[in-house]
């Protein structure tokens, strides 16, 4: 069992090398996945599983084309990992480019991933959406 630190940085290179498979398998089959965003961008809400976090992935590949993302700081407990970090980030289809904050919240149990709570500048992303 790794610690959560490496889970947390293993699941950032497996989502930067688009490894979705290799991405789920380090959360809990039972995982609860929230993301706080802009009322514009369909995978802003609260999905629960290995199949529905695999739709959320979908979702932000059709409507955000990621060109910099980037976990800056990381700050550990013993069974969660905080990470801040930034993003550019262009609106799709035909929106504009935005750059903003984020904050992931990582909870873990067992060895995986429990809950993910993630949030971001959605008025910056909300001005770059048609």
């Not at 090398?17 to 802003?44: E, H, N």
């Not at 993302?69 to 990381?74: K, T």
């Not at 992931?104 to 991933?113: I, P």
Request: net charge negative; glycine share 10%; proline share 5%.
């Amino acid at each position: 069992m790794s610690d959560p630190l490496s889970t947390v940085q293993n699941i950032y290179a497996a989502f930067g090398s688009g490894d979705l498979p290799g991405l789920l398998s380090m959360l809990s089959t039972d995982v609860t996945w929230q993301f706080v965003g802009d009322r514009k961008a369909p995978y802003t809400g609260t999905v629960r599983g290995h199949g529905q976090v695999a739709e959320w992935f979908g979702l932000v590949a059709a409507n955000d084309g990621i060109q910099a993302f980037e976990p800056r700081e990381f700050l550990v407990g013993p069974d969660h990992v905080t990470v801040i970090g930034w993003e550019r980030t262009q609106a799709l289809p035909n929106g504009r480019v935005f750059e903003c904050d984020w904050v992931h919240v990582w909870q873990l149990k067992d060895g995986l991933v429990a809950r993910f709570f993630g949030i971001y500048d959605s008025e910056a992303a909300a001005n770059a959406r048609p």
